[in-house]
Each structure stands twice: as structure tokens, then as C-alpha cells.
């Protein structure tokens, strides 16, 4: 295991030239230091990134909210602007891990980390976050959406960083916001299964809607097919069996550890039900 | 790599392997043994410690994040004030009965005293929700920290 510790942004991004192939980055440590303990990780360098600040923060540019990646959940909770402008977004992270965990993790390890399982995607995907990618000498917007193309696998490359998240700063006004974290127990627990929605209601009808689950894919998405139905029913002629085939095909449930498949199919109708019938 | 810290109030200078973890710097290097290790991947809060005024649980750190920081152990925490009414408190509850999980429920309870303090059990099993016990149960654990809050309160 190669350790460096870059001086500066620019010196990291020379010094990546210097290794092909994979390599890690250690911000918080929290995932890292499991997967070096389970030998997941053996020879790959380590860039440590955590000390530099310019990656840490929270602002408001136009009508940008800004996250920097080494941002902490901490962090996240205790922001005003969050509070404001976000607070749907804010409120729910804070059934991340404990509050020991939440001062250590960041936000750019939990989305590079991957896991289908991490607790902001969902949020991000409902609320059209886009990822902003460093290198050397470019940068690259990608929306949350088009990050993951498959289990552990995205379109960030090997000589790139995440150096902040972005959400419209109206991202969820006026919407209608759910979300739930299904687990074994309420702190410390990976989620079975979650899934954040924020909708609009004109009387009784769904005049918009945006879905999406983590835990249940290989990565976390949105339910497309499911919002399509969804988009213009009133919500007494949404049908029990129409819902289960549309949610059918936009979900191939994983079996894992901690659920298999048709619990997490069944929990997965369940929430979206109790999504929509919350309000 | 050279790296320094301010520990318990004392300032150290160590030359070590930037990865080693942090639990296994503090305890085998320093020999700090007031720090717990059992599960050793986050979940349990044995291991806690307050690295630059956050509790974190120092088996998912690294010796490099301690580079330039203040550390707080139970050991330091045991020789301040608030320290010291908390410990009071734990004792005249019996919180504590095969004692492996306090110290670390002691440095989570100490910084929610000094942050926060309000005698709420709702918010105190909050912060505290990252500590795991498995002997005395909880219900003592809070009332010896809600206790705690209370002495502060009336500033005795
Ligand atoms: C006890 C425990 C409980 C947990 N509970 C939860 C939970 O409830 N919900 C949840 O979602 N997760 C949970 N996690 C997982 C983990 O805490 C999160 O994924 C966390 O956000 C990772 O952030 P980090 O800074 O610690 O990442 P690190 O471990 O430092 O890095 C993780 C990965 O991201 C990469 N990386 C980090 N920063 C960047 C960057 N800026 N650009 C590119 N790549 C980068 C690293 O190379 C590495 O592959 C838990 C972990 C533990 C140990
Ligand atoms: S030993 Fe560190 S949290 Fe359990």
C-alpha cells in the first residue's frame, strides 16, 4: 500500500499522473478502513485528500447550493443554508450511521464509495444533483442520474476526484418530500431499503413526481417506469396490480446479507404507497 | 511520516506509518488503553475519542488524520470538571457493570455536556446512539448523563 500526501488540489493532480489504473482517495476513512481490514484493498496507492480544505464547504453561488466532497454529514446537519434552503435534504441525513460516524464520513466517499445501499443517493437522484469531476486541467458536470453505470462502476475515471455537489437551490420547493430509511434497527444500520420522493398534487392528482430507491438495484436509481404511471393518476385510480408490474420493470431487487428479493420488492411498493398517501 | 498532535494536553511528536489506525497509534504507541477496541469497524463506539471537538470512533481513522489535532480521551476527560461530576453521575447510577463500553460512552456523553447539556432524553440517546452496550443496558446510562446535566445546570 503506497501512501502519498499531496501538498495542494494542483499538486494531487500531478502527482496522479505519476499511477496508472486504480487508486484510492482518503478523505473520512470510513469505508477505506474496513475494506484495508477485510483485504479488499492490498497494493493500490492511497492519495490522502482530507486536508485539503478547498474541497470542504458549504455555499450558495446564484442558484447553486454547493457542497465541496470532503463535506461531512455533520457538517451537512448543522448547516444553516441546508437548514433554509434544503431542509427536506438535511432532515433525512440525519439517519446516517450515529452521530460518530456522521463528523467522520464525507459526502464525496459515500457517492464514490458506491455502495448501492449509500444513504444520500436516493436524495440526490430525487432532487437533480449534479457531480462535479476534477482533473488536472478540466472539469466536467455529471448529473447524479448518469453517474453509476452498474454495481461499484461510474463514469468518473481513475485520474479524477468528485470536488462538489450541486442542487438547485429551489431543488425541493414546493414539493411534496418523503423519505424513509428501512433497517434492522433505527442508528447504525446499512438501509434494507430507502426511498426518498418529492411530488406535486393539483386536488387529488399527481401533476408530478420523481422516485428513487436505494438498496434495491445494483446502484441506485430512479423508478422511472413507476413515475411515468404515476405522472397525471388521481390517486384513487392508481391500481394495487398496474403499480407492481410498472415497479417490476424498473427494478431487478438485489439479494444480499440483509433482505432478499421479495422483501425488498414488497417493502419497496409498500413505501411508495405510504409515500403517496401521506399527503 | 512525522506527525504531531495534542493529546490529553500534552503535545507529541511520533514518526509512524501514516495508515497504521489511529486506535492502535494511541493505545500501543502512547499506551492510552482507556481506549476500547471491539468491533473494530465503527459500529461500536468502543473506541471513541474527541479528535479536534467531535466525538469519532478512532478505529476507522488513520494516523495521518490526527496530523496537527487536538485529541481528548476518557483519561483526559476523567481530570476536568465537567469530567469529573459525569464520572459522579455514572457511579451513583450503576451505569456501569463489566465497564468496556464506558469509557467511550463517557467521551460521546462528555461532549454532548459540553455542546449541548440539555437534560433531554430524547437528544442525549441521540448522541449517544453511536455507543453500544451490552450489559447494563441503557436506561441507566442516560440517567446518569440526564443527571449530569442537571448538577451542570444548577452549577453545583
Ligand atoms: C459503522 C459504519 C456505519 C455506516 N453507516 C452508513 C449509513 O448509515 N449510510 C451510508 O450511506 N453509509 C454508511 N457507512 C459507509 C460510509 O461511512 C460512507 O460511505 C461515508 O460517506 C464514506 O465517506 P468517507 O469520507 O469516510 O470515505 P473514505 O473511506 O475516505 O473513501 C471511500 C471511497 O471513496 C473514494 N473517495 C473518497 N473521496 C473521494 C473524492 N472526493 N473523489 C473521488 N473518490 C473519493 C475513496 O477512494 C474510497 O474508495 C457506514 C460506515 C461505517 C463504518
Ligand atoms: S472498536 Fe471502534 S467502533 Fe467498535
Redesign the pocket.
Same mark, same amino acid.
Given at each position: 500500500m503506497k501512501f502519498i500526501k499531496p501538498s495542494s488540489l494542483p499538486d494531487l493532480f500531478d502527482r496522479l499522473q505519476n499511477y496508472e489504473g486504480r487508486?484510492?482517495?482518503?478523505? #473520512? #476513512?470510513? %469505508?477505506? =478502513?474496513?475494506q484495508i481490514k477485510n483485504r479488499m484493498i492490498r497494493d493500490e496507492p492511497i492519495f490522502y485528500?482530507n486536508h485539503l480544505d478547498e474541497?470542504r464547504g458549504i455555499q450558495v453561488v446564484d442558484d447553486t447550493v454547493i457542497i465541496g466532497?470532503?463535506t461531512s454529514?455533520a457538517d451537512i446537519i448543522s448547516s444553516p443554508i441546508l437548514k433554509e434552503k434544503l431542509p427536506f435534504f438535511r432532515n433525512s441525513l440525519k439517519?446516517?450511521?450515529s452521530p460518530l460516524?456522521q463528523s467522520?464520513?464525507?459526502? #464525496?466517499? =459515500?457517492i464514490? =464509495?458506491s455502495?448501492p445501499?449509500? %444513504?444520500?443517493l436516493p436524495l440526490l437522484l430525487v432532487l437533480d444533483a449534479e457531480v462535479r469531476l476534477l482533473t488536472r486541467s478540466k472539469l466536467r458536470f455529471i448529473p447524479i442520474n448518469e453517474f453509476y453505470t452498474g454495481y461499484k462502476e461510474y463514469v468518473?475515471k481513475t485520474n479524477e476526484?468528485? #470536488?462538489s455537489v450541486h442542487i438547485n437551490i429551489d431543488a425541493e420547493k414546493n414539493w411534496l418530500a418523503y423519505y424513509r430509511k428501512v433497517g434492522s434497527r433505527q442508528s447504525?444500520?446499512?438501509?434494507k431499503l430507502a426511498l426518498a420522493g418529492i411530488m406535486k398534487l393539483k386536488e387529488n392528482s399527481i401533476t408530478a413526481i420523481k422516485i428513487a430507491a436505494g438498496a434495491l438495484n445494483e446502484y441506485p436509481r430512479r423508478l422511472t417506469t413507476t413515475e411515468n404511471y404515476l405522472k397525471s393518476k388521481r390517486k384513487e385510480d392508481i391500481a394495487d396490480k398496474e403499480l407492481k408490474e410498472v415497479l417490476t420493470e424498473d427494478i431487478t431487487p438485489i439479494t444480499d446479507l440483509r433482505s432478499d428479493k421479495n422483501y425488498r420488492f414488497d417493502v419497496c411498493l409498500n413505501l411508495i404507497k405510504e409515500f403517496i398517501n401521506s399527503y | 511520516m512525522k506527525i504531531s498532535f495534542n493529546i490529553n494536553g500534552r503535545n507529541v511528536k511520533l514518526d509512524v506509518d501514516p495508515m497504521r489506525r489511529l486506535l492502535d497509534v494511541l493505545r500501543d504507541d502512547l499506551e492510552l488503553t482507556d481506549i476500547k477496541e471491539s468491533c473494530g469497524?465503527?459500529?461500536c463506539g468502543a473506541c471513541t475519542i474527541i479528535l479536534d471537538d467531535k466525538p469519532v470512533t478512532s478505529c476507522?481513522l488513520n494516523a495521518v488524520h490526527a496530523d496537527g489535532k487536538k485529541i481528548l480521551t476518557a483519561n483526559g476527560i476523567s481530570k476536568t470538571r465537567i469530567g469529573e461530576i459525569l464520572l459522579d453521575c455514572f457511579d451513583q447510577t450503576n451505569s456501569v457493570q463489566c465497564g468496556f463500553c464506558f469509557p467511550g460512552f463517557y467521551v460521546t456523553a462528555y461532549h454532548y455536556l459540553i455542546t449541548d447539556g440539555e437534560p433531554s432524553l430524547e437528544k442525549i440517546r441521540y448522541a449517544l446512539s453511536g455507543n453500544i452496550c451490552r450489559c447494563t443496558g441503557y436506561k441507566k446510562i442516560f440517567e446518569s448523563v440526564i443527571m449530569a446535566c442537571e448538577r451542570l445546570q444548577e452549577g453545583s
Open positions: 487508486k484510492f482517495f482518503l478523505a #473520512g #476513512g470510513s %469505508d477505506i =478502513n474496513i485528500i474541497l466532497a470532503l454529514y439517519l446516517f450511521a460516524l467522520v464520513a464525507t459526502i #464525496g466517499g =459515500n464514490a =464509495n455502495s445501499t449509500a %444513504d444520500i468518473m476526484i468528485i #470536488g447504525l444500520t446499512i438501509a | 469497524e465503527g459500529e476507522i
